[in-house]
C-alpha cells in the first residue's frame, strides 16, 4: 500500500490549499479505516491537525484545536482519497504536512502507512 500526498505550496496569510492524499496498491479486498493528516514544523514534533475514523457507530473526525473552523478534512472512498481543505492560513500553520491511514487488506490484516510530506509554506 502507498499513499500518495499532494497540494503543498507557497500561499499567503489568509490564503486557501487543498491538500490530497490517494492510497493505492491495496488490492481489491480492502478497507480504509481511518486516513488524515499530520504536520512537523522545523524543530517540533510530528502533530495531528485532522483525522477521520470511520468506525460501525459512524464517522468521527478530529481536529486539532489550532485548526478548528479553518480545516475541513474530507474522504471519497470511491476514489480511495482523503483531503485536507485548509482556509484561513496562518504563518504558524507552516510545517511538512504529512497523510496517515489505516487500511485493512485481505493481504495485511490493518496496518498504519504515511505518505510522503507535502511541504506548505504561509507567508506573512
Known amino acids: 500500500v502507498q499513499l500518495q500526498a499532494s497540494g503543498g505550496g507557497l500561499v499567503q496569510a489568509g490564503g486557501s490549499l487543498r491538500l490530497s492524499c490517494v492510497a493505492s496498491?491495496?488490492?481489491?479486498?480492502?478497507?480504509?479505516?481511518?486516513m488524515g493528516w499530520y504536520r512537523q514544523a522545523p524543530g517540533d514534533q510530528r502533530e495531528l491537525v485532522a483525522v477521520h475514523v470511520t468506525a460501525a457507530s459512524g464517522d468521527r473526525i478530529n481536529y486539532a484545536d489550532s485548526v478548528k473552523g479553518r480545516f475541513t478534512i474530507s474522504r471519497d472512498n470511491a476514489k480511495n482519497a482523503g483531503y485536507l481543505q485548509m482556509n484561513s492560513l496562518e504563518p504558524e500553520d507552516t510545517a511538512e504536512y504529512y497523510c496517515n491511514a489505516n487500511i485493512w487488506t485481505s493481504g495485511t490484516g490493518s496496518r498504519g502507512y504515511w505518505g510522503q510530506g507535502t511541504l506548505v509554506t504561509v507567508s506573512s
Open positions: 496498491g491495496t488490492g481489491s479486498f480492502f478497507r480504509i479505516n481511518s
